[in-house]
Nanobody, 124 residues
């Protein structure tokens, strides 16, 4: 098991920024592929961003490219999602996910461990 705890969500106005954090327990964090997903009411969970274990490879959904940045600090067992220029359509519950396999993981089915989620609400 790899417990994951997200934080940093909240209610902001359009155009604002938020930084989500996902803290992981255990000594294997530095070897995990990590990702951020989101799920809006009535919609399927979708990939937002992903990062490999070194941080040298990243992936972004087209809808967030140029606005969101994923990063990780292996010394702190934490992965971040910096969200800038937020839009109302970014409103969702954001989930952190982890997987022990090598490489970028882009789909829900690719991930083994999940956090409980943090709500992000962007008002217009």
């Amino acid at each position: 098991q790899v417990p994951l705890v997200e934080s940093g969500g909240g209610l902001v106005q359009a155009g604002a920024s938020l930084r989500l954090s996902c803290a992981a327990s255990g000594r294997i964090f530095s070897s995990l592929a990590m990702g951020w997903f989101r799920q809006a009411p009535g919609k399927e969970r979708e990939s937002v961003a992903a990062i490999n274990w070194t941080g040298g490879m990243t992936y972004y959904a087209d809808s967030v490219k140029g606005r969101f940045t994923i990063s990780r600090d292996n010394a702190k067992n934490t992965v971040y999602l910096q969200m800038d220029s937020l839009k109302p359509e970014d409103t969702a519950v954001y989930y952190c996910a982890a997987d022990r396999r090598i490489g970028l993981r882009r789909t829900v089915a690719d991930y083994e461990y999940w956090g409980q989620g943090t709500q992000v609400t962007v008002s217009s």
